[in-house]
């Protein structure tokens, strides 16, 4: 065991920047991931900042190009609120200050109502729904409280003339 542990402190420079690109290689990373990954392998905390600072420094690693492209493809795949997009932003490492600044920017051009109602749809596309049931669907996605009732009253209304 006491090999392994001076094996890890004595690998070099290179090869925890190789260590860190495999595991950049896989997936896209944020910056508290890639340490995490690092630290569990065995590097000291000076080895981890090292790697990071090359990777960041090639372009490898950028928070906040992460955190925009993933805010992106999130909202296209499954569309969320702006709450469940922090939550899980921060969950990840990032900094809640450009957490806040990319998921502006991501909603700015989006209307938050159409964003919910498509989250909706996609939900219980063809089955009936209870508005309780709904409205907690659109909770649980991070929605904000105005934006559900507007859409509850909205669909309960129109339920109401097709009657």
């Known amino acids: ?7 890890r ?8 920047l190789q260590c860190a690109v495999g595991y950049l ?31 960041s420094g090639l372009r490898y690693l950028d928070d906040c190009s992460y955190a925009t492209r993933w805010v ?13 997009l922090k939550a899980e932003l921060l969950a990840k490492g990032l900094e809640e200050a450009m957490v806040g600044s990319v998921i502006d920017q991501a909603l700015q051009a989006i209307d938050e109502e159409a964003l919910a109602r ?13 508005p309780s049931q709904a409205a907690q ?13 507007r859409i509850i009253r909205g669909s309960t209304d129109t339920e ?4």
Do not use: C, N
Request: glycine letters at 6%; aromatic letters at 6%; zero cysteines.
């Open 118 to 130: 498509r989250a909706l749809h996609s939900w219980h596309s063809g089955r009936r729904a209870l």
């Open 25 to 55: 290689a896989r997936a896209d990373r944020t910056v508290a991931q890639v340490e995490r990954f690092l630290r569990s392998k065995g590097a000291t905390p000076t080895q981890a900042k090292q790697t990071i600072d090359r990777l």
């Open 137 to 149: 669907y659109l909770r649980r996605r991070g929605f904000e409280e105005e934006t559900i009732a």
């Open 72 to 84: 992106e493809s999130r909202l296209l795949r499954k569309p969320m609120g702006r709450e469940r």
């Open 160 to 163: 109401g003339r097709d009657a």
């Open 1 to 7: 065991m006491a090999s392994v542990v001076t094996r």
């Open 9 to 16: 402190l004595s690998q070099s420079r290179e090869e925890w």
